[in-house]
């Protein structure tokens, strides 16, 4: 295989940002940028979220089956570089970002103009990312978008030119 071809071809599709954020409630958080978001089912909603499998949020995530998916408008740029490190809570913040807690125990960051809460279904364990299909249990909207909803989520393509996932 064309190694440039696949890069090039593979950053062709367009990724989301978004926080993902798991509690196991005994100490133990895991917090996360990812991209390899997509809805996998209208009924019951489940989502399909790619996890590198060797972050802590990973750890979290296969460990307590729970979950929110906090997701970032446009002015979320400086969360989305910031959770490419491992979690850290220090003075009631995440990252140094506010947050309250969802129902599942889990961080809804006070940056996020929307989130869910969802349950691990399945776990796919498969080269350097795991594929994790969720049911959607809950959802929250803090900022309602103006014009269409999937135009007010913070993109790859919005953090910079030299920034690429994939490939």
Sequence with gaps: MDDAAKKTTLRMIPYGIYILTADDGKGNVGAATVNWV??????????VVGVKADSGAHTVVKGTGKFVLNMLGKDGKGAAFTFFKPAKVEEGKLNGFSY???????AILDIAIGAVECVVKEVLEMG???????EV?????MKAPEGRTDAAILEMKDLG????YGG
Excluded: R
Aim: charged share 10%; with cysteine.
């Design 161 to 164: 030119d030299s920034v690429y």
């Design 128 to 134: 350097d990312h795991s594929v994790v299909v969720a």
């Design 137 to 141: 249990t809950e959802a929250h909207l």
């Design 100 to 106: 309250k807690l969802a129902s599942n125990g889990c």
């Design 38 to 47: 997509t809805q996998s089912s209208f009924a019951p909603p489940l989502l």
